[in-house]
């Protein structure tokens, strides 16, 4: 009854918070059905055999529960992505050089921990553009970068000819599979061997000399 209660609830609540509803989030009642079966085909007269198995299995569940909870609190996969000390960490060190912040992250977390980016007119388009950017939004703005998502090696050789110049670059990459497709940013840092100040869980960040970058090759352009 009561695992029938808890279905009918979580479902009802799923619905009205427009939330979808997938099976695989009944897996954490899958325990108790078993125990639950367990009780039903044991009928009334259950001697210190079936006791035991239900206190056996109970433990085991707890011990399941509890190793789980652990993974998910102290293995590094398993955190959120750290926008919030990615945006701290480059705002301070562009601030301390004189550099300029680059973003190749998502545009909307950026902002929202603030840092007011926006996006050079030469940027080839190879990457669909946010759509915050060039909106003006009312969160506080603590410094400006560069959105620099999916850049191709000519777009970096363009930013630093006609914006960067000579001011140090403080590259804040995370997810290279979503926001360097091309391997501008990888292929910059190891072509130079770029210094990285910072690794939050998610990213890398590195301060770059842009115009060592100018003369190298590789990636698309």
Do not use: C
């Amino acid at each position: 009854m009561g695992l029938s209660t808890s279905f009918i609830l979580f479902y009802g609540l799923a619905t009205v918070a427009k939330f979808r509803f997938w099976g695989p989030h009944l897996a954490v009642l899958f325990p108790f059905f078993v125990l639950g079966a367990i009780q039903f085909s044991s009928g009334a007269d259950r001697g210190g055999r079936w006791r035991f198995v239900e206190r056996a299995l109970t433990v085991l569940i707890a011990i399941t529960w509890l190793l789980s909870d652990a993974r998910l609190l102290f293995l590094p996969q398993y955190h959120k992505d750290d926008y919030r000390d990615a945006a701290q960490v480059a705002l301070h060190e562009a601030g301390s050089l004189g550099g300029q912040i680059v973003w190749a992250a998502d545009a909307l977390a950026g902002r929202y921990y603030g840092v007011e980016l926006t996006e050079p007119a030469f940027v080839s388009g190879q990457n669909p553009r946010p759509a915050l950017l060039g909106q003006r939004v009312n969160w506080r703005v603590l410094g400006k970068g560069i959105f620099g998502a999916n850049w191709t090696k000519k777009d970096l050789d363009r930013y630093i000819e006609t914006t960067a110049q000579n001011a140090p670059i403080v590259l804040v990459l995370s997810k290279p599979d979503l926001y360097d497709r091309w391997n501008t940013w990888r292929g910059a840092v190891v072509a130079i061997g770029a210094r990285r100040i910072a690794s939050p869980n998610a990213f890398e960040i590195y301060v770059l000399n842009g115009q060592a970058v100018v003369g190298e090759s590789w990636g698309p352009r």
